[in-house]
């Protein structure tokens, strides 16, 4: 999740999200947060942290976190409404790890199906150029049979 859509759910700004985040930089390792690029975070809107360095012509990259990222939220934000929402969040991850689990078997029918095409592709790619080839023979050069003459009337 990113930092903008965790600070609305946690009602407090983005910059004092990350301020906490930064004041504990033990605490969220590389596996836990990281921060988009330019490029990825092109592809979202203009927040109103991106208003406050507009001056400097600064645009920053929000910060992607983890489950166990915001799992450790909760230790640094220290407010009745964090504690309920990292509560809520982490019942969503696991839900949704249990429906992951629960439709196994769904899964490997899916992976199967994703194999067999690949499979397939192979012996396709084979017919279709043995096709065109059929489909375009080369033409053979034209030799003239007889006297050629200059004269052609």
């Given at each position: 999740m990113l930092d903008f859509d965790l600070a609305d759910l946690y009602e407090?700004?983005?910059?004092?999200?990350?301020?906490?985040?930064?004041?504990?930089?033990?605490?969220?390792?590389?596996?836990?947060?990281?921060?988009?690029?330019?490029i990825e975070s092109r592809s979202f809107p203009v927040r109103s942290q991106i208003v406050t360095a507009s001056k400097r012509n600064i645009r920053f990259q929000p910060y992607a976190f983890t489950e166990h990222g915001i799992a450790m939220l909760s230790s640094v934000l220290r407010?009745?409404?964090?504690?309920?929402?990292?509560?809520?969040?982490?019942?969503a991850f696991i839900k949704m790890r249990e429906m992951l689990e629960s439709n196994e078997e769904l899964h490997r029918k899916f992976a199967a199906v994703i194999r067999k095409l690949g499979e397939h592709d192979k012996y396709f790619k084979v017919v279709f150029d043995e096709l065109k080839k059929l489909s375009n023979p080369p033409v053979p050069p034209h030799r003239q049979i007889g006297f050629a003459t200059k004269d052609k009337k």
């Amino acid at each position: 999740m990113l930092d903008f859509d965790l600070a609305d759910l946690y009602e407090v700004s983005t910059k004092a999200l990350n301020q906490a985040v930064k004041r504990n930089p033990d605490r969220f390792p590389a596996d836990f947060m990281f921060q988009l690029t330019p490029i990825e975070s092109r592809s979202f809107p203009v927040r109103s942290q991106i208003v406050t360095a507009s001056k400097r012509n600064i645009r920053f990259q929000p910060y992607a976190f983890t489950e166990h990222g915001i799992a450790m939220l909760s230790s640094v934000l220290r407010s009745k409404r964090a504690i309920e929402v990292n509560i809520a969040i982490m019942r969503a991850f696991i839900k949704m790890r249990e429906m992951l689990e629960s439709n196994e078997e769904l899964h490997r029918k899916f992976a199967a199906v994703i194999r067999k095409l690949g499979e397939h592709d192979k012996y396709f790619k084979v017919v279709f150029d043995e096709l065109k080839k059929l489909s375009n023979p080369p033409v053979p050069p034209h030799r003239q049979i007889g006297f050629a003459t200059k004269d052609k009337k």
